[in-house]
Nanobody, 115 residues
């Protein structure tokens, strides 16, 4: 199993970024996918999750109305659209999947929100 995140970077407050996670090594369309984040000195936290077919999503209260998770099962990719970014969104963002074979994390992509 491999999860590869991309799309992070430096953005000003109020700006937007779109993260992408390319998945391989498992039947992507069979599993829910999640995005987590970890800020310096803080525990890793769930940001958003999406069911296998994409019909249901859930979000951390801190990002509701600003972030949107989606997936393309034909491309084996999951996305995180982040709008109205705030300095407190600064963190390393990780793609995550729990499968029958175990759970897996990507290497993470850094998002920094700063003026």
């Amino acid at each position: 199993v491999q999860l590869v995140e991309s799309g992070g970077g430096l953005v000003q407050p109020g700006g937007s970024l779109r993260l992408s996670c390319a998945a391989s090594g498992f039947t992507f369309s069979s599993y829910a996918m999640s995005w987590y984040r970890q800020a310096p000195g803080k525990e890793r936290e769930l940001v958003a999750a999406i069911t296998s077919a994409g019909g249901s999503t859930n979000y951390a209260d801190s990002v509701k109305g600003r972030f949107s998770i989606s997936r393309d099962n034909a491309k084996n990719r999951v996305y995180l659209q982040m709008n109205s970014l705030k300095p407190e969104d600064t963190a390393v963002y990780y793609c995550y999947v729990y499968t029958v074979g175990g759970d897996y994390w990507g290497q993470g992509t850094q998002v920094t929100v700063s003026s």
